[in-house]
């Protein structure tokens, strides 16, 4: 998978990465016989720019996409329909959960947002260790 930081940084664009990614896709496919997939990280500053790169991977042959918790609701609810209508994979990556879920005593618990994720139209979640980031 894409990296959740990952975005369209001057050393790595979005364009030329999804490019190299699905070429050893494809690589990794002929090699091996069997369906291979790279969750391309399709999180962007507008839902203009999220559609263009989601249907770029789409163009491409990728079955999956990967969007960023800290896009927001709304956001995450408009890719899961394009996703729906496209027939495409959508992958959701916690990065931003610990600033709803880190303090006990307030917080709201990842299950809670897992579960707000799957009625959004999230195919699945990427949850992280166990014990946290870094731990263990």
Known sequence: KDDE????????RW???????????NRASAATGEIKGH????????MEDVYE???FGKELGSVIIMIDLVMGYTAIQSIAKWS??????????????STYARQ????TNFRVICKWMRMAGVDHIHAGTVVGKFEG
């Open 15 to 25: 364009r030329e990465r999804f490019l190299f990614g699905m070429e050893g896709v």
């Open 53 to 55: 790169r989601a249907e």
């Open 104 to 107: 006990k005593t307030h917080g």
């Open 5 to 12: 930081n990952v975005n369209s940084q001057p050393f790595m």
């Open 84 to 97: 729906r209508q496209n027939s495409m994979i959508l992958h959701l990556h916690r990065a931003g959960n």
């Open 39 to 46: 969750y391309f990280n399709v999180t962007a500053g507008t």
